[in-house]
């Protein structure tokens, strides 16, 4: 397992820009792929976006694509999420997390949790 800390987040009116970061430590490794979920008050946590650590795989859900983009630096052992285009329902708290040997975005399967960060976006 490796330990992660989101930051980044806070409050952006509409159609503006946030750039969340998610920072590894302890154990880790180029297999470990990272993957962003949020969490709207009331709703179930959701996949938002997915990238392989040793790779440039990246995978959206619908709701995302083409405004978000995520990437890493694995020099820095970082994630970033650069969110354009924010819309109120992106408002959330938003995760980051990590998995080794998994493709796919069933937060299930996803063991290495940061603390989440929250993001707002107003009207």
């Known amino acids: 397992q490796v330990q992660l800390v989101e930051s980044g987040g806070g409050l952006v009116q509409a159609g503006g820009s946030l750039r969340l970061s998610c920072a590894a430590s302890g154990r880790t490794a180029s297999s470990y792929a990272m993957a962003w979920f949020r969490q709207a008050p009331g709703k179930e946590r959701e996949f938002a976006a997915r990238?392989?650590?040793?790779?440039?795989?990246?995978y959206y859900a619908d709701s995302v694509k083409g405004r978000f983009t995520i990437s890493r630096d694995n020099a820095k052992n970082t994630v970033y999420l650069q969110m354009n285009s924010l819309k109120p329902e992106d408002t959330a708290v938003y995760y980051c997390a990590a998995v080794r040997y998994y493709s796919g975005t069933d937060p299930h399967r996803f063991d290495s949790w940061g603390q989440g960060t929250q993001v707002t976006v107003s009207s």
């Open positions: 990238i392989n650590w040793s790779g440039v795989t990246t």
